[in-house]
């Protein structure tokens, strides 16, 4: 188990303008695999990512990590929604993670195209980064974030606007990445790929956490009306 | 339109053999500029990336004084740099009125404020774009900054050119402050300003012709050496 876990949210809140985006939270994370978040629309997914991953600022409330949260920010990466491609070639943005780090440029760049080869971008390592497809973009920032070997990988919706191909691809990487014993926690709307590959699963609804549990249990017999309404695809608010 | 012709026929003869003051003066003219958009890139394009990723108390106060500097008048930063630097200024000792660094400092006070304000824009543009992933990978505030003036490096080069446009056609206070002296301190400007005072307008437009030329030329090839216009690659 990785020395992050568990994590431990209490009354985490954030505020914008005086609104509450999201909270109170209460949530204790533990073990492996993946934990995915599942909710509707303005539910606050993004911003519990972003919260979870320090990236959002707390208004109230506690965050804890298993070590100090310097080192666990360091364990952490996070692939968002829309892939932020530096304005690089394929190769030098999947070394960048390891050459902020002080790995030698020649190192990281032969690790980098590894990972390149590893999610099929090999064949494009000098073309410019802004100019590749949708799906090769979030591949790009898959191995970006994954060259690091981090330990909890955050995801963003990280198949929005994919085709199915696109989608099974991302999904491999990360399937090897949780074996590889890299702890994910993603957001989606996909109820498909929420069951492919959530081991735990947190449903959330106006900002805060309405049901959370092993995802076989959440899927087979949710225990609110609002998560079974949610999983037959009923609109809920 | 006469003397057009003339200015014209009188500068491809000037740069066809060669006129040893004319290489002199351009040379003067290029070296001091480029001297002085050297130091300017070096001040203002860091100060720019500061700009755009630390936020402090009069962060947007010394961006609207940036913007407003656009517009320095040359005379007046001229003026400036020659009380500064004259015997009795505070910097009178090092003695350096009337020599092509003082022409320098000038041209960067002027200059500064351009480039740090046309950087400044592209590279807050660009860590709109960067901030989320660049903050969720802990990188430290240089790491920031470098990694910005790298991947705007284009842009960047445009600020400098803009400065250099600016520097190689100033006249105003480099005049001021080194004096226009023959093989000393004269450079294309001034040397235009003097022909045009003594009634010599083609050889005046001459020196213009050159001076367009060199300036020009100078663009093109930063653009050629750069390869701004390769696509698809970095």
């Not at chain 2, 009188?10 to 004319?22: I, N, R, S, Y």
């Not at chain 2, 962060?59 to 004084?65: D, F, K, L, S």
Request: charged share 20%.
């Amino acid at each position: 188990m990785s020395d992050l876990f568990p994590l431990t949210v209490r009354g985490a809140t954030t505020r914008r303008r005086g609104k509450v985006l999201v909270g109170p939270v209460d949530l204790t994370l533990s073990g492996n695999g993946a934990c995915v978040v599942i909710g509707p629309n303005g539910s606050g997914k993004t911003t519990l990512l972003r919260l979870l991953h320090g990236a959002a600022r707390l208004s109230s409330g506690t965050i804890d990590w298993a070590c100090p949260m310097a080192k666990a920010r360091r364990a952490q990466a996070f692939v968002f929604q829309r892939p932020v491609m530096l304005r690089r070639s394929v190769l030098d943005n999947i070394a960048y993670p390891l050459i902020i780090r002080g790995t030698s440029r020649a190192q990281a760049r032969a690790q980098a195209r590894d990972w390149a080869e590893r999610v099929g971008l090999g064949d494009m390592l000098d073309r410019a980064a802004p100019v590749l497809s949708g799906g090769e973009q979030q591949k790009l920032a898959l191995a970006r974030a994954l060259i690091g070997q981090p330990k909890l990988l955050f995801l963003d919706e990280p198949c929005t606007a994919l085709d199915g191909s696109a989608m099974r691809e991302i999904e491999q990487i990360l399937t090897d990445a949780k074996a590889a014993g890299t702890r994910l926690i993603l957001s989606t709307h996909d109820m498909g790929q929420a069951r492919r590959l959530a081991d735990q699963v947190v449903f959330l609804l106006r900002g805060q956490v309405h049901e959370s549990g092993p995802a076989a249990e959440f899927f087979e017999t949710p225990r609110t009306e609002q998560a079974r309404a949610f999983l037959k695809g009923d609109i809920v608010e | 339109m006469t003397d057009l012709w003339d200015g014209l026929a009188q500068a491809l003869w000037l740069v066809a053999t060669f006129d040893p003051e004319l290489v002199e003066i351009a040379a003067r003219s290029l070296r001091v500029t480029l001297s002085a958009l050297v130091v300017a890139s070096a001040i203002a394009m860091p100060l720019a990336a500061l700009l755009a990723v630390r936020r402090f108390r009069w962060r947007r106060v010394i961006i609207a004084i940036l913007n407003a500097l656009m517009g320095l008048p040359p005379v007046v930063v001229g003026l400036v740099v020659y009380v500064m630097l004259s015997r009795a200024g505070p910097f009178g000792v090092l003695g350096l009125l009337f020599t092509p660094t003082a022409m320098i400092i000038a041209q960067v006070i002027i200059i500064v404020p351009l480039i740090a304000s046309i950087a400044h824009q592209s590279l807050r543009d660009l860590w709109q774009d960067y901030h989320d992933l660049l903050i969720s990978m802990n990188v430290t505030q240089w790491q920031k900054i470098r990694t910005l003036l790298w991947d705007t490096r284009r842009a960047l080069l445009t600020a400098a050119l803009a400065g250099f446009g600016r520097a190689i056609g100033e006249v105003g206070a480099i005049m001021i402050v080194g004096g226009n002296i023959d093989h000393a301190t004269r450079v294309l400007t001034t040397a235009i300003a003097l022909e045009t005072g003594k009634g010599d307008f083609a050889l005046a437009l001459a020196l213009g012709f050159v001076l367009i030329g060199l300036a020009v030329a100078v663009n093109l090839a930063i653009h050629w050496l750069s390869r701004t216009e390769r696509e698809g690659r970095w």
